[in-house]
């Protein structure tokens, strides 16, 4: 903000002081400044200012005014003045020239007193000098929250979740080690024993081959991590034979019977269905065992 | 156990039923080398009234299969080539005025045969695929007031070159949906390419071809492939798979939720059940398994569904989105 004080003197006797102050001093062509004009003088006297509202020509034009009065001190009033104006042109533009009337109560003029400020505003212009439309009002600025202050909350909360982070994959690993300990074929062989006593109690057969087949290809899956759930028994055949899995025959045999049974109708009877489960314990009770390398 | 029994008797029954089909598939590979799985398809299209829709560059053996395939199975064959300005009359027929005795008579079009070759299907205008489609669907045609049904069997299978789009008309999707199966015609093997080289550089006269078809053969099969079991597990399966083609998510395949346009119709429920029974009789088997719908599934599907532009921009295939329904649905 540019503060200039033009009058000081007691001119007439009744103006003690004019400042005129203006901001910014440095502007884009079409932006606006904000220009007050403070005159103090006797608290019986009425002030008004001339020239401010004829600016056409000049590379100056009002957009706004306002006026407000205070008691400065006893019989001493402060009238200011507050303008915003368009500035236009380029270059260095002088402030406009203004004049302040002093009237009595009786609205008589007593002194008509000219100023020229001798501040300038430096415009910038851009491509288009002799633009004459209003640039739009630039939003107010956000107060800046100091980089100190922002500093330790950010530090804490990437602290925090970093923490969280390795939290959840800590827990994760664990999930994961503990699940890949459960050995798949002791699991299975859980299950049919189960299958057993349920065929014992008096399921019927067809479904005791549902089930089998279930657990069968459940082990599979886990066992030698091939896709069986979603695998026809074609499929099955086509991985195992790849991996060269032992017992492949028996494997396939149960998988075939199982087919029988749930797709063309087979109707085992309960003893069958018990060689089955027991064909397919040793299956698996086969595939736990590790082999040696060099076999 | 009864119907155990019932089904192994089947079993026999369609073993000897289908000897014919090796008959025919020995002569088949006197001429064609290669393209089993094509030649298996139209096997199975044949064998439940179905009509196929080839799609494969030029060059690949299509009329040739198609041609072996007629002779080897004792049934007429036409060969129509689709052109821009080809009227539906050139392939159903017209009404031809006799002046000697001042009448109008039904002169049948080449449509009147039992295996069509319906060459760049897409090459003429919408009148006329119609006029074709129609007589698929139908199995009849109206030449003038008179109606004629079309000889049994009648299996058209049209071809499509996937290289050239320009001058030709697109068959609509409802359209497309008639097809039983959309066979993808595959360039031969190193091997194979080397045999046809070998056989097909000479002068001497091809092979000849020996009709081993009795005219009941096909009848008698198609009436023992009405009687092929097949298990509600399986027949869930089968819906289990088109569904999934509509509503992915409740399939766990969240993934093709956006890449998917528009899914599988009711039409292809129907295909893929008829589909997968003629494959179990090509088979000798008196039941379907999930292997027999998995087998054709590709074919079956692979025009019905309609990938959308998330798929296009990734360059998903229709074949890519019913590999990844087949994994996720879980096999009974």
Redesign the interface.
């Known amino acids: 903000m540019v503060t200039v004080s033009l009058f000081s003197a007691e001119a007439s006797g009744a103006l003690s002081g004019v400042t005129v102050s203006f901001k910014p001093d440095s502007i884009l062509v079409g932006d606006r400044i904000h220009c007050a004009i403070g005159v103090r003088h006797s608290a019986n006297d009425l002030v008004s200012l001339e020239g401010l509202d004829s600016l056409s020509a000049s590379p100056f034009e009002l957009v706004n005014r306002k006026q407000s009065s205070a008691v400065v001190s006893p019989g001493k009033r402060q009238e200011r003045f507050d303008f915003e104006l368009a500035v236009f042109g380029s270059g260095r533009q002088p402030l406009p020239r203004f004049t302040v009337v002093l009237r009595n109560s009786q609205g008589k003029v007593i002194s008509r007193e000219p100023y020229r400020p001798s501040s300038a505003v430096f415009v910038r212009s851009l491509t288009d000098s002799t633009m004459r439309e209003l640039r739009p009002i630039k939003p107010p600025l956000k107060p800046m929250i100091p980089l100190l202050l922002i500093l330790p909350v950010l530090l804490g909360v990437f602290g925090i979740a970093g923490i969280v982070l390795l939290l959840l994959f800590l827990l994760k690993r664990t999930v994961r080690t503990s699940a890949e300990k459960v050995d798949p074929g002791q699991v299975a062989q859980r299950k049919l024993r189960k299958l057993g006593s349920r065929l014992s109690a008096g399921m019927p057969p067809p479904e005791c081959y549902e089930e089998l087949s279930n657990i069968m290809r459940t082990f599979l899956e886990k066992h030698y991590r091939i896709?069986a759930?979603?695998?026809?028994?074609?499929?099955i055949e086509r991985d195992l034979k790849k991996l060269g899995v032992a017992g492949f025959e028996s494997i396939m045999n149960l998988l075939a019977q199982a087919?029988?049974v749930?797709?063309?109708?087979?109707?085992p009877d309960a003893e069958e269905s018990r060689q089955s489960l027991r064909k397919a314990e040793e299956v698996i009770r086969s595939a736990r065992i590790p082999h040696s390398p060099d076999e | 156990m009864q119907h155990a029994v019932e089904l192994e008797e089947l079993g026999t029954r369609i073993t000897e039923a289908s000897r014919f089909i090796q008959k025919a598939e020995v002569q088949l590979s006197r001429r064609v080398i290669g393209q089993h799985d094509v030649i298996r398809r139209i096997f199975i299209a044949m064998l439940v009234n179905g009509h196929i829709l080839l799609e494969g560059v030029p060059g690949l053996a299509k009329t040739l299969i198609i041609r072996t395939f007629a002779a080897a199975m004792n049934l007429k064959f036409q060969r129509i080539q689709f052109t821009p300005d080809m009227l539906p009359a050139d392939l159903i027929g017209t009404m031809i005025y006799n002046p000697k005795d001042l009448e109008f008579y039904p002169r049948k079009g080449p449509v009147f045969a039992n295996v069509i070759l319906a060459d760049e299907i897409n090459r003429s205008p919408a009148k006329v695929q119609s006029a074709l489609l129609e007589a698929m669907q139908e199995r009849q045609v109206t030449i003038g007031t008179q109606t004629f049904p079309l000889e049994e069997p009648f299996l058209v299978l049209a071809t499509q070159n996937p290289i050239e789009h320009e001058g030709t008309y697109v068959l609509p999707e409802a359209q497309v949906d008639r097809f039983m199966m959309k066979v993808l015609v595959d360039y031969p093997s190193y091997d194979e390419e080397l045999e046809i080289m070998l056989q097909s550089a000479t002068n001497a006269a091809s092979a000849p071809i020996i009709p081993v078809v009795q005219a009941d053969d096909i009848a008698k099969a198609r009436a023992l492939i009405d009687l092929i079991y097949v298990d509600p597990r399986v027949q869930r399966y089968i819906v289990d798979l088109v569904v999934a083609s509509r509503k992915p998510a409740q399939y766990g395949i969240a993934s093709l939720e956006t890449m998917i346009e528009f899914g599988a119709s009711p039409r292809a429920s129907i295909f893929l059940l008829l589909a997968s029974k003629a494959h179990a009789f090509l088979q000798h088997r008196a039941y379907i398994t999930p292997e027999d719908v998995k087998a054709i599934a590709y074919d079956t599907l692979r025009h019905r569904i309609r990938p959308g532009y998330e798929a296009e921009a990734d360059n998903v295939k229709p074949d890519d989105i019913i590999r990844q329904i087949l994994q996720h649905v879980q096999v009974p």
């Open positions: 896709r759930l979603e695998a026809v028994t074609q499929e087919d029988l749930k797709f063309a109708d087979s109707r």
